[in-house]
């Protein structure tokens, strides 16, 4: 495989993608099934779960349902995935404003553009599939597909399998700040997404809207 001697590594959730276009109706479906098991009692954790989003999968089920076994959160992350995917099968998740034209901004300049998410595979298959994302993206890296824990080990991965040389790195919240600069890669963070505070405060750039990308000049000279 030749070298890549530079690419653009995106986040999905809170980048490319409005999660919760498709994720607070899926998460009221999970949780009603699950007051229906009597495997959960109370309101639906919405707020919760949006302060997290971003976190591997196995995480946000552990914050979410501390008092559970993990058999129980297992199967409720079983049932969640089925449901948001079924939302975004049935056309009702949105990518953020000028996404697609942005992207192919950059696909024609020639860069070679990426995923890297913690979302599972299932996840950004159906979204790849509803936007015809692969028009664009080379390839999509998730957590599960290859056993990794951390947003940081899954880039590693994505440089060292591309032999990319150099990277940007796309994302929103401060786990993605933090696999650039493990990495030594560039970072944008995004502040239309789900960032909260200062997570984005180290970032190399921050954007308002995601159409910005198109007037950076790629590479960046670090």
């Given amino acids: 495989m030749r070298e890549i001697p530079f690419a653009i590594v995106f986040d999905m959730d809170g980048t490319l993608f409005q999660t919760e276009t498709v994720l607070v109706p899926a998460l009221h479906?999970?949780?009603?099934?699950?007051?229906?098991?009597?495997?959960?009692?109370?309101?639906?954790?919405?707020?919760?779960?949006?302060?997290?989003?971003?976190?591997?999968?196995?995480?946000?089920?552990?914050?979410?349902?501390?008092?559970?076994?993990?058999?129980?959160?297992d199967r409720a992350a079983a049932w969640f995935l089925d449901d948001i995917i079924d939302e975004i099968e049935h056309g009702n998740g949105r990518l953020y404003p000028d996404v697609l034209t942005t992207l192919a901004v950059l696909a024609d300049q020639g860069i070679p553009l990426f995923v890297a998410s913690n979302g599972r595979s299932r996840y950004l298959a159906a979204i790849r599939t509803a936007f015809l994302l692969e028009r664009y993206f080379i390839d999509f890296y998730s957590l599960d597909r290859f056993s990794l824990s951390s947003k940081s080990a899954l880039v590693k991965q994505l440089l060292n399998d591309y032999q990319i040389e150099r990277a940007a790195l796309v994302g929103d919240r401060r786990s993605d700040i933090q696999a650039a600069k493990d990495n030594g890669i560039w970072s944008i963070g995004c502040r239309f997404g789900f960032a909260a505070g200062g997570e984005l405060a180290e970032a190399d750039v921050v954007i308002e809207q995601f159409r910005e990308l198109a007037a950076l000049d790629w590479p960046p000279l670090v």
């Fill in 29 to 73: 479906k999970t949780f009603d099934r699950l007051r229906r098991e009597g495997l959960w009692q109370g309101d639906t954790p919405v707020k919760e779960y949006l302060r997290i989003l971003g976190v591997p999968v196995s995480e946000v089920w552990r914050q979410l349902m501390p008092e559970a076994s993990e058999a129980v959160r």
